[in-house]
């Protein structure tokens, strides 16, 4: 809590910090969990590789490809794209990499609140990797999304020690959420997890 308020300016508690083995794992419970078999998901491609491969041969959905558009290396979310995918009543979650990896955006304010509106109004979870989210230049600042999004309880965020210091083989990471009443519904399938000896 004291490294997300003194480095990103975010304020949660501890009673809203769930520990998970690895944050693939905190992942695959949420996919499971707010959709079924042969739904869609939507990742903003390029994306992390192994999303696409879980999403249809692991956990029996749909890869749904939001393609971010790049301007010379710059990329930006395709918004009109994004609406479309998300107006599809099939389509059940977004899984979004902010800082998106492997194209190095941090998303602005306004285009996070973008993304928040257009998922709220059509009913698509939000699973938020932030995993990235220490690896900044500087001058840049990185913004929860959970820290704009208006409807906490359509909207996880997923950190870790894993890329800040190189620690994944700890398998320790943390999903935040700030509904209570989301949390109680992802506890309630979720095994009680500890930390390991060595992650503490």
């Known amino acids: 809590c004291r490294w997300f308020k003194d480095r990103h300016d975010w304020i949660i508690s501890p009673d809203e910090v769930t520990c998970s083995h690895g944050t693939f794992g905190a992942l695959e419970h949420a996919v499971k ?23 249809e041969t692991e956990w029996n959905r749909k890869a ?4 971010l558009i790049n301007d010379n290396g710059y990329y930006t979310i395709d918004f009109a794209d994004l609406e479309e995918k998300c107006a599809d009543p099939n389509n059940k979650v977004l899984i979004f990499c902010s800082p998106a990896n492997p194209v190095g955006r941090v998303w602005t ?4 609140k973008k993304v928040s509106k257009i998922c709220a109004k059509h009913d698509v979870f939000v699973i ?23 409807d906490k309880s359509k909207a996880m965020v997923l950190v870790g020690i894993n890329k800040s210091f190189n620690m994944a083989g700890l ?19 979720y095994p009680h997890v500890m930390p390991t000896p060595f992650a503490v």
């Open 171 to 189: 398998s320790c990471s943390n999903a935040i959420i700030q509904d209570k009443g989301l949390q109680e519904k992802f506890m309630a399938g």
């Open 33 to 55: 969990l707010f959709s079924n078999e042969g739904d869609g998901i939507i990742v903003m491609r390029p994306v992390y590789g192994h999303f696409s491969s879980a999403i």
């Open 128 to 150: 938020s990797d932030e995993v990235h989210c220490d690896h900044l230049r500087k001058g840049v600042k990185h913004i929860p999304f959970l820290k704009v999004c208006e």
């Open 64 to 67: 749904v490809s939001n393609h």
């Open 109 to 112: 304010e306004e285009e996070l």
